[in-house]
């Protein structure tokens, strides 16, 4: 880089790094409140060891930050491999104008909430170890994990460059990194698939500690069918916030897709939802849980089950029936917070069930947690408000690797537009 | 204890095999329910083809009312009114049902008669007050009559009317009438994307319509009640 | 041209899958061929008279504080991280009844598998030793552990996974465990596992109606280093008897044996989808044109 573009890029960075908009927004003032508390926290954390911040339990050894950023919030990133799949590999161009925002999600997200995992891991200098080969512990599903988080989370990268070389006008890399983009998604999809249930397979081993009527050995296969949905939902959501949010920075196509997207994502989400729910069936089966049920432990069961799985996907369906958003958005809501329940359950409600004592978490735990959400939050909007993320490439991008709503026939749209004519009524 | 008693690893397997094929049964009926809707989307694609401009017929001196429906004076002083060859084209084969009486008095905007067809109807308004002399009865016993033609032998009622100038004064004619009749023309194009369309299909309109689309003959006999209702609705009784 | 492309990926991954998966899958778990034998501990609960002799030497060994609480009929106390064995009194159907507790040192330890730094590591000599060097502090061996044997030390800024090593170092200087040294009582015996196994057996042949007719370790999670007799059934000294005998690392196998298959089946399969989805949407492109 000779001198003038030296001062150029850094003129650039200085300018984008100026935060854009309104300063003192609710939301704003709420997120940097939360992080700056939990940097309080996590200092005294770090210096007083785990149990000072955490309510610490050695018969539940994980807690919030694991149980609910790392594994919870994991399975809401998983819109990214969907959503690629859909776009990349079976060539559904109705979809990319979601790709780009929900594959930076994810990316943030995995930083995020993996990062997470290493606040509560009580020795993290040493997390080096199973990464350079000191000593790697391949019979561990968690080695296996983080392996997969650190390989997709670099996958993920370099399918968000090409927008970052946008961005940049790095007009060479950005071909390069487009052509990458394939292979990246197939690696990224297989890891995925990997990852997803990985963290299901974490409790494989914890059978005597988790209630019957949630531990199987289909734990695996029912966090990666779930994933779908999760993420899926989450896009619905992210969707509908950004419409509102981000509309300045948002292409027109973009916006006027907006309902199909969403109605399209209903029907995956139904059909998925209703997989699942008929494969928990068949676990339930398996396991001949009929006898849980008429417990409260089996009640607490339906209500996730029936309440929060088979509901929303009617919902799913009834939304997308009859073409209705707000069902739609209704249905991605109590989806969510299916995911959360269930994922709880797993890790820690119905982990140690027989343990009377209830261990809710710290206040400074839930400060936290939310902290490292706030995090991924504002720097998502950073990044949305200065890339082409949800916005047009600019013009010299050539291809059809171009951030656009699905190809139309330019000529139909400006036909709806001419139709508008307005007719007359003749008097006499 | 292992080893003392008999334990069956596969006892579950015989429900479960049952289950999966209840399960498929359930899933091939689910998935039609999911996609119930496209069916009609692909029926109204398909259908865009080819009901043109070219082919409706417009005698140019009736009086045509936003209803499509016609009206005509003859020099006896007796008005006659019918429907007009839009309604025929889109609609088909039709049965008329709720015929008024001779004797009986029609005011304009009352209900002139109802067009059935499979279950499915629409209802026209009259576009003139007056008295009923004559209600055409060949017309459910030979219903071609009335596609064959709608404006001679396919007339409806013979009425006196009360206000001919003052009702008569909103219709078209002439060839105000056939710009009219074109643009309907196009409304309907438009309504058949934008309403049913938008109601029973995700695909935005946008990538329907190519440039010159036809509708096909008959339409509305293709389509399910809900269309007709959406027709009614939307259309016919759409006031601008 | 993209149908032979697909065909030469196909063929890849077959042969990729049976060099690095073939040999494994369905292959005989490999067993270490070496003389050393795993030992263990025997513990005879009839033996045991709640001394906590035990308790007292461990801590001395490994710095903790004594005890302050004895072996009490319906109170339970429990390992912590400043306790690596514990002594518990029970009311069972033949009286008081004292068990102790410690890690069992698995033949097949849940926790040595679940550990991603090995910092848990099953040695060849049999204990399950905590290596300070390599551990994270994930805390994965207490999730896993089927006894809640690990503990953590939650309270310290440089945290430590607490439990019984068997004495390691001493056992590497010839010495026995000092639990073991130390009893009083005789109840606790040091030796190889199969000796061991046999000596119980012996016991429990040599006196019927003394001793409930198990060995709790033998096949338990695939069998533990140290094994228990007791006077009564040992679901009424505190022990669960729904823990299995298949060693806990097994529950794992299937989900990390498809681990490669999936990666290399998925990307072929991702890669054909991709082929037919471009040759699709080329064939309409060329329908469009000719029409």
């Known amino acids: 880089m000779n001198r003038e573009q030296h001062t150029g890029f850094l003129k650039f960075i200085t300018y984008e790094l100026k935060p854009k908009g309104k300063i003192l927004t609710p939301f704003n003032v709420i997120s940097i409140i939360t992080i700056l508390a939990a940097i309080v926290i996590l200092a005294i954390r770090f210096t007083s060891g785990l149990g000072s911040v955490v309510h610490a339990s050695q018969e539940r050894p994980w807690g919030l930050w694991i149980n609910f950023n790392v594994i919870t919030g994991v399975a809401f990133a998983g819109g990214a491999f969907v959503v690629t799949f859909m776009v990349y590999i079976l060539g559904l161009e109705k979809y990319r104008p979601i790709v780009r925002a929900t594959v930076l999600y994810a990316l943030l997200a995995y930083i995020f909430y993996a990062g997470a995992l290493l606040l509560d891991l009580g020795r993290p200098w040493k997390v080096i170890n199973p990464i350079i080969g000191n000593s790697f512990g391949i019979s561990s599903v968690l080695f296996l994990v983080a392996w997969h988080f650190i390989l997709y989370m670099g996958s993920l990268f370099i399918e968000f460059c090409p927008t970052i070389t946008e961005w940049a006008s790095l007009k060479r890399q950005r071909i390069f990194f487009a052509s990458l983009t394939l292979a990246v998604v197939i690696f990224g999809i297989a890891l995925s698939t990997l990852h997803q249930s990985g963290l299901g397979a974490l409790f494989l081993m914890a059978k005597p500690k988790i209630h019957p009527l949630w531990y199987s050995e289909f734990i695996p296969i029912l966090f990666f069918i779930s994933s779908i949905f999760a993420g899926l939902s989450l896009v619905i959501v992210l969707e509908t916030i950004g419409q509102r949010v981000f509309k300045d920075n948002m292409s027109f196509l973009h916006k006027s897709s907006h309902r199909y997207i969403m109605l399209s994502l209903a029907r995956i989400c139904t059909v998925s939802m209703f997989v699942y729910f008929f494969m928990t069936v068949l676990v339930f089966l398996h396991g001949k849980n009929y006898t849980y049920i008429n417990s409260p432990w089996g009640y607490w069961y339906l209500v996730e089950v029936l309440g929060f799985v088979l509901l929303p996907c009617m919902f799913f369906l009834y939304g997308y029936r009859r073409r209705n958003i707000q069902i739609v958005r209704i249905a991605a809501a109590l989806t969510i917070i299916g995911i959360i329940l269930n994922r709880l359950n797993i890790s820690t409600i119905a982990f140690q069930w027989y343990d009377r004592s209830v261990h809710f978490p710290t206040w400074m735990e839930i400060v936290v947690s939310f902290a490292v959400i706030f995090v991924q939050i504002l720097v998502f909007r950073w990044i949305v408000r200065r890339m082409p993320v949800y916005a047009e490439s600019p013009s010299w991008v050539t291809g059809e690797k171009q951030n656009k709503s699905f190809t139309l026939k330019d000529k139909s749209f400006t036909l709806n537009n001419k139709r508008r004519k307005k007719w007359k009524v003749s008097t006499k | ?240 | 041209m993209g149908i032979n492309r697909r065909n030469f990926l196909k063929t890849l991954g077959v042969v990729g899958g049976t060099l690095t998966v073939g040999k494994s899958f369905g292959a005989p778990d490999s067993i270490k061929k070496s003389d050393t034998e795993f030992s263990g501990i025997l513990y005879d609960s009839t033996l045991c008279g709640g001394c906590q002799s035990c308790e007292i030497v461990c801590a001395d060994q490994y710095g903790f504080p004594y005890p302050d609480d004895e072996p009490v009929p319906g109170v339970k106390r429990e390992l912590i991280e400043t306790r690596r064995v514990v002594v518990n009194c029970f009311n069972t159907s033949k009286g008081e009844q004292y068990m102790r507790k410690a890690c069992n040192h698995c033949n097949n330890p849940a926790c040595a598998s679940a550990c991603l730094t090995k910092a848990m590591l099953k040695t060849d000599e049999g204990p399950v030793i905590w290596r300070e060097d390599k551990c994270m502090g994930c805390r994965s061996c207490m999730i896993a552990c089927p006894f809640d044997v690990p503990k953590f030390d939650y309270n310290s800024p440089n945290p430590k996974i607490q439990k019984c090593r068997m004495c390691f170092e001493l056992l590497q200087e010839g010495r026995q465990p000092v639990c073991v040294e130390n009893c009083p009582a005789e109840a606790l015996l040091f030796g190889k596992r199969r000796d061991l196994i046999e000596i119980a057996k012996a016991r429990i042949f040599a006196e019927p109606e003394k001793y409930n007719h198990t060995i709790y370790g033998e096949h338990e999670v695939g069998g533990t280093g140290v094994i228990y007799l007791a006077s009564v059934p040992f679901e009424e000294l505190g022990f669960r008897n729904d823990l299995g005998t298949v060693s806990y690392p097994e529950f794992n196998k299937t989900f990390l044996y498809s681990v490669p298959a999936v990666l290399i089946l998925w990307p072929a399969f991702l890669l054909g989808l991709h082929s037919a989805s471009v040759e699709r949407k080329l064939n309409k492109q060329q329908k469009e044109e000719e029409s």
């Not at chain 2, 008329?96 to 008095?105: A, D, I």
């Not at chain 2, 036809?214 to 006999?221: C, K, Q």
């Open chain 2, 1 to 240: 204890m292992e080893g003392f008693n008999k334990v069956d690893i596969f006892d579950t397997k015989g429900i479960e095999y049952l289950f999966v094929i209840g399960y498929l049964l359930f899933l091939i009926i689910f998935w039609n329910v999911v996609n119930k809707h496209e069916r009609i989307t692909k029926q109204i694609k398909k259908v865009i083809s080819t009901l043109s401009a070219s082919i409706l017929r417009i005698p140019q001196g009736l009086f045509y009312n936003r209803y499509h429906t016609w009206s005509h004076l003859e020099e006896s002083g007796v008005a006659r009114v019918g429907l007009d060859d839009f309604l025929q084209h889109i609609t088909g084969e039709v049965k008329f049902t709720r015929l008024k009486n001779p004797g009986e008095l029609i005011d304009k905007g009352d209900l002139l008669t109802q067009i059935d067809q499979d279950g499915k109807h629409l209802k026209v308004f009259s576009p003139i007050s007056g008295r009923i002399l004559n209600t055409n009865s060949t017309l459910n016993e030979v219903p071609e009559i009335f596609n064959e033609d709608p404006y001679k032998k396919g007339w409806i009622y013979k009425i006196k009317p009360s206000d001919w100038m003052k009702e008569t004064n909103s219709c078209f004619m002439g060839e105000e009438a056939t710009i009219w009749s074109t643009e309907e023309l196009d409304r309907f194009k438009d309504f058949l994307t934008g309403g049913p369309m938008r109601k029973y299909s995700s695909e935005p309109s946008m990538i329907l319509l190519q440039d010159g689309g036809e509708i096909r003959n008959n339409i509305l006999s293709e389509l399910p009640n809900e269309v007709w209702i959406d027709f009614q609705k939307e259309f016919l009784n759409f006031t601008h």
